[in-house]
């Protein structure tokens, strides 16, 4: 429902680069249109100048992403990963389905990322993994973790950095951390080709297997690198590869890194100037982004003082035609947390942010009346 004369303001709109049909084009014209191709090497090379990787995988997600990287730390039944609950599904799905148990950590309430303080309590012999995500692109206590791992080098660190692709923690770029990181492409992220994700592999130690497990399993690669003289099944693997046709859009995407920043940071600016007058730290609070970090600006969110007001401010802003939204449902009480989990774990601070968090409209280019009108209409509700 609209007032009938303001156009609704949609949650996300999927930005263009300017360049994707074209080089989609000429991806067809050449000829190859499966992984591997030309299109894919260009962005493995721009992804793995930027963060320093060892090697980049294109990935049809970054939730197969996330299951190769489960592949190549051999998670496996007996083993338990522990995962925030305060995330997107997959971070945790992809370390059940190669047979881990999980355990879910709390949040801290400063970056909405993994608790160090509840990951030092849950940790055992047990845990292969822990995941630490960087909510809206900010990210989270890298080095509270680290220090917590140190004790345990049998578990990796591996950073679902979906949202935080041009993100930095104190000079370095998010997803450099881990062992393994990985990105998304989905058509709800920063930069995007429909669905499509990477496997950021930071250890050189690592590439190889990768490229086995993406290659269906086979040493195609060694092959093709004139490493072997024919190429054969050499360990498990699945068809994990990004199509070349999407890396060329992904191309122009990524070729307008700068643009398409600058104007994410504008939104996040303005919403953070226009609602900081109102922003009481009760009623109100506005995202904190400690001063050693640069976000990568994927949202932009704010807590209400409680479920209900956080609830009447979705539907009054739903009246007006404002695509606003909540996020997370907590992983470790829903139905498929419970029933994979190793053990229960209270996550207090993540209960909380889920039945207070509202994410407002936001996209490339979001205008700035349009922003004024979401403002009014969330101050309004709030009274
Ligand atoms: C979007 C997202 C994913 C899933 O990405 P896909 O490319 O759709 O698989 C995983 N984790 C986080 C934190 C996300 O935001």
Partial sequence: MTDGVSPRIPFNRPGLGGNEFAYMRDAVDGGHTSLGGPFTARVVEMLSEWQGAADVLLTTSCTDALE???????????????????????????????????????????TLGIDPDDVARLM??????????????????????????????????????????YGEYRGAPLGSFGRFSTLSFHETKNFTCGEGGALMVNHSDDVDRAHVLLDKGTDRRAFMLG?????????????FGLSDMLAAYLLAQLEERDRILAQRRGVFDRYSELLSPVADGEALSLPIVPPDRVPAYHLFYVLLADQSARDRALAALASQGIGATFHYVPLHSSDGGMRFSARPNACPVTDDVSSRLLRLPFYNGLSTRDMERVVEALTEVLG
């Avoid at 489960?70 to 609950?85: E, Q």
């Avoid at 890298?142 to 345990?152: H, N, P, Q």
């Avoid at 024919?230 to 498990?236: A, E, L, T």
Wanted: charged share 20%; hydrophobic share 50%; aromatic share 8%.
């Fill in 124 to 165: 055992n012999d047990s845990v292969r993994a822990v995941v630490a995500v960087h909510y809206a692109g900010i990210g989270c206590d890298i080095d509270g973790l680290r220090s917590v791992l140190e004790a345990w080098p049998d578990a990796a660190l591996v950073e679902d950095n979906a949202q935080g692709l």
């Fill in 68 to 110: 190769m990287a489960a592949l190549l730390l051999d998670v496996k039944p007996g083993d338990t990963v522990i995962v925030p609950s305060f995330t997107f599904v997959s971070s945790a799905l992809a370390f059940v389905r190669a047979g881990a148990r999980l355990i879910f950590a709390d949040i801290e309430p400063v």
């Fill in 227 to 239: 490493q072997v003289d024919k190429y054969s099944w050499r360990d498990i693997g699945s068809s």
